[in-house]
């Protein structure tokens, strides 16, 4: 399997605080992941930093991929946590997460944020997790549709991040 990443500015923000993680293991499998520290607060890239550095305890010979996935995020969330209570200046920094471990075709993932994973298989593109968003609740929900979602005012401020609150439960997941 070949792998490849890459990241973009974008045409609005001065700052690009996204991070990528990419670790090929002797077996042939890979651990992918994208964190994208909260803008428009102070240690948003650190965080994301810290969340990206935890990913290197990956052990891939555990037996509950998913779970030891998000206990690196939780691993991450502790850190940063700790962080903020020495530096109080820090308070609310934080990052969304989505990882993915691929081997022999079988897909594990865990996500927190609004940083997606989709799955491209053919001519199509599958959108394979939620964001974390009030517009992606209502979404979920049924309450507003695909187009209502996108331009909807929450659709910008996640509820469940590594680091800001300090409390989050991952989706997680699998697929072939």
């Excluded at 399997?1 to 993680?21: C, I």
């Excluded at 002797?26 to 930093?49: F, H, N, P, Q, T």
């Excluded at 897909?107 to 001519?123: E, N, T």
Aim: with cysteine; hydrophobic share 40%.
């Amino acid at each position: 399997m070949k792998s490849f990443a890459m990241k973009h500015r974008g045409l609005v923000k001065e700052d690009n605080q996204d991070l990528f993680f990419v670790k090929e293991f002797d077996d042939g499998s890979i651990l992918l992941a994208v964190a994208d520290g909260l803008g428009g607060m102070v240690g948003g890239k650190r965080a994301a930093e810290m969340a990206k550095e935890s990913l290197n305890n990956f052990n891939p010979e555990c037996q509950t991929v998913e779970a030891h996935i998000e206990e690196l995020m939780q691993e991450a969330n502790r850190r940063i946590m700790e962080t903020v209570e020495k530096e109080p200046d820090l308070e609310g920094m934080g990052t969304t997460m989505t990882a993915a471990w691929v081997r022999n075709g079988n897909v594990c993932w865990a996500h927190v944020g609004d940083s997606r994973l989709y799955l491209f298989r053919g001519d199509e593109l599958r959108q394979i997790t939620e964001d974390d968003t009030m517009a992606g609740f209502l979404f979920s929900e049924g309450e507003l549709t695909k187009e209502e979602a996108r331009i909807h005012p929450g659709n910008k401020f996640v509820f469940q991040c590594i680091g800001g609150s300090g409390e989050f439960e991952a989706d997680t997941g699998n697929f072939k």
